[in-house]
């Protein structure tokens, strides 16, 4: 008998993409190794086949959102891409921090193109916004102590010009995943050339200034999207944190 529906009404998928489909759209537990990443991403691309949206499937706490997320590690910009392409915000947020260290200038057209304007300058904002504030956090020098017989306002101006060579180091090489052990080990390098004990407390609460400030930078963006007053976002905001 001739079937009277035509060709193009059936959407022809891998049946591993379409298993995961089924995964996501029922909500039901992925185990680590049930699909790769890109079996998981073409299901995702290929949802619309179906006429199902990714956006009101792939959001916490549907345990396919945590399933995605698990290859953030290894697959930061192809998940930031996905997420982007399809609009999954909380997915987009929950990835960055995992790009912190992705250059920039490595990104090729086409995955420019699908990530888009809108997450493109998201992640160009988030490089540039830890970059700033690492430069506001590392200027001033320490503050000079009132002079004494034994170090002069001369004397100290060497400690300040070091910090100045060192936090200038750190600004000109700075990755936005800068890691406060090296940026303890840089400064704490300076104790070194210290042997006045004022200057040396100086340096050291200085030190740990920058440290707290550094460890207080978001990683992400926070209030870059209506969404963010919802319970879904919680979650996020908390797999964010963590990450921190
Ligand atoms: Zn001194």
Redesign the pocket.
């Given at each position: 008998m001739m079937c009277d529906f035509p060709q193009e009404s059936f959407p022809i998928s891998e049946p591993t993409v379409v298993d995961a489909i089924l995964h996501i759209v029922y909500a039901k537990p992925c185990h680590a190794g049930t699909y790769t990443f890109p079996e998981f991403v073409s299901a995702i691309d290929q949802m619309h086949l179906y006429e199902i949206s990714p956006k009101d499937h792939l959001i916490p706490p549907n345990p396919s959102f945590s399933y995605i997320l698990s290859f953030a590690p290894l697959f930061p910009l192809d998940l930031y891409a996905l997420a982007a392409s399809h609009d999954l915000f909380e997915l987009a947020i929950a990835t960055l921090p995992h790009l912190l260290s992705f250059p920039l200038a490595m990104i090729d057209d086409i995955t420019a193109m699908r990530i888009g304007g809108v997450y493109l300058k998201r992640l160009m904002s988030l490089h540039l916004s830890r970059h700033t504030s690492l430069k506001e956090i590392l200027f001033p020098a320490p503050h000079p102590?009132a002079p004494t017989r034994k170090?002069s306002f001369d004397?100290?101006k060497r400690l300040q010009r070091a910090w100045t060579l060192a936090a200038a180091y750190l600004s000109w090489n700075m990755q936005p995943d800068l890691s406060i052990t090296s940026i303890q080990t840089t400064l704490s390098s300076l104790e070194e050339q210290v042997d006045?004990e004022?200057?040396r407390e100086e340096l050291k609460t200085r030190i740990k200034d920058v440290i707290e400030r550094w460890a207080s930078v978001p990683t992400v963006k926070l209030s870059i999207h209506h969404h963010m007053e919802s319970g879904v976002n919680k979650y996020v905001r908390g797999l964010v944190e963590s990450d921190i």
């Open positions: 102590h170090c004397n100290q006045c004022e200057c």
